[in-house]
């Protein structure tokens, strides 16, 4: 009896062992999963949030040192949005591709980082050229800002590039901080890694601003599905 006891303690042990270890296996795969499509996951948030929170539209009251057009987020990271992000780019292209050697490493880093920019030059140039088939209430007013600077409407489609440019930039620092992750822990790579943490949180707030504050759905909404598309045609294929 002590035998067949023991015997039986010894098969719930190993049927709890197998479990445990199958339960381990199940989490490694959730968390593989989660971080393989880190930047798919990425795009559908940053469309989710755009999509829904623009509903939210003059809701909310105005905090012009944090809202406005001259704020200091505005005028620090938007207008000189892509530059931040180009920047970090670079770097982190030219750290990951150092094995290649200096020279290569770097050539490769910096036409990398020119292919994006490309991306978020063409399809900057896209939107203008869209918004140019329409005009102002008034036509003596040619463009959108001399439009709204007179306190008039824009009668027609006015893609929002901020959210273009948000997104567009979210998901390339996204694709930084995963391409840093993987390789080993330096000092230089935490700094690169926590910089695109922190530009992220940066962007996705003045995402929401924008959200929250200025243009129509449809003109938000179309500027981040352009954001998504430009980095799947320039980032992708």
């Given at each position: 009896?002590?035998?067949?006891?023991?015997?039986?303690?010894?098969?719930?042990?190993?049927?709890?062992?197998?479990?445990?270890?199958?339960?381990?296996?199940?989490?490694?795969?959730?968390?593989?999963?989660?971080?393989?499509?880190?930047?798919?996951?990425?795009?559908?948030?940053?469309?989710?949030?755009?999509?829904?929170?623009?509903?939210?539209?003059?809701?909310?009251?105005?905090?012009?040192?944090?809202?406005?057009?001259?704020?200091?987020?505005?005028?620090?990271?938007?207008?000189?949005?892509?530059?931040?992000?180009?920047?970090?780019?670079?770097?982190?292209?030219?750290?990951?591709?150092?094995?290649?050697?200096?020279?290569?490493?770097?050539?490769?880093?910096?036409?990398?980082?020119?292919?994006?920019?490309?991306?978020?030059?063409?399809?900057?140039?896209?939107?203008?050229?869209?918004?140019?088939?329409?005009?102002?209430?008034?036509?003596?007013?040619?463009?959108?800002?001399?439009?709204?600077?007179n306190g008039l409407e824009w009668d027609g489609l006015n893609i929002?590039?901020?959210?273009?440019?948000?997104?567009?930039?979210?998901?390339?620092l996204q694709s930084i901080t995963k391409s840093v992750k993987e390789?080993?822990?330096?000092g230089f790579q935490l700094l690169v890694f926590w910089s695109s943490?922190?530009?992220?949180?940066?962007?996705?707030?003045?995402?929401?601003?924008?959200?929250?504050?200025?243009?129509?759905?449809?003109?938000?909404?179309?500027?981040?599905?352009?954001?998504?598309?430009?980095?799947?045609?320039?980032?992708?294929?």
């Open positions: 009896r002590t035998q067949k006891r023991r015997m039986a303690s010894g098969t719930k042990g190993v049927v709890s062992v197998s479990d445990s270890y199958k339960v381990g296996k199940e989490e490694e795969k959730k968390e593989s999963f989660i971080e393989r499509n880190t930047i798919g996951i990425t795009a559908i948030v940053l469309f989710l949030t755009i999509f829904f929170v623009s509903y939210l539209k003059d809701e909310f009251p105005h905090f012009d040192p944090l809202t406005g057009k001259r704020s200091f987020l505005n005028i620090l990271f938007t207008s000189k949005g892509w530059l931040w992000v180009f920047a970090l780019h670079l770097v982190s292209g030219m750290y990951t591709f150092q094995s290649k050697g200096p020279t290569a490493g770097t050539v490769r880093a910096f036409t990398n980082s020119l292919i994006l920019s490309a991306g978020w030059w063409l399809t900057i140039f896209f939107i203008d050229t869209i918004t140019s088939f329409f005009h102002c209430s008034d036509p003596t007013y040619l463009t959108v800002s001399q439009c709204e600077r929002s590039g901020h959210a273009f440019l948000l997104t567009y930039s979210i998901i390339v390789e080993k822990s330096s943490r922190i530009l992220t949180a940066i962007y996705y707030l003045i995402l929401l601003i924008t959200c929250l504050y200025y243009h129509t759905w449809h003109d938000k909404v179309l500027g981040g599905l352009l954001g998504i598309m430009s980095w799947y045609i320039f980032g992708v294929l």
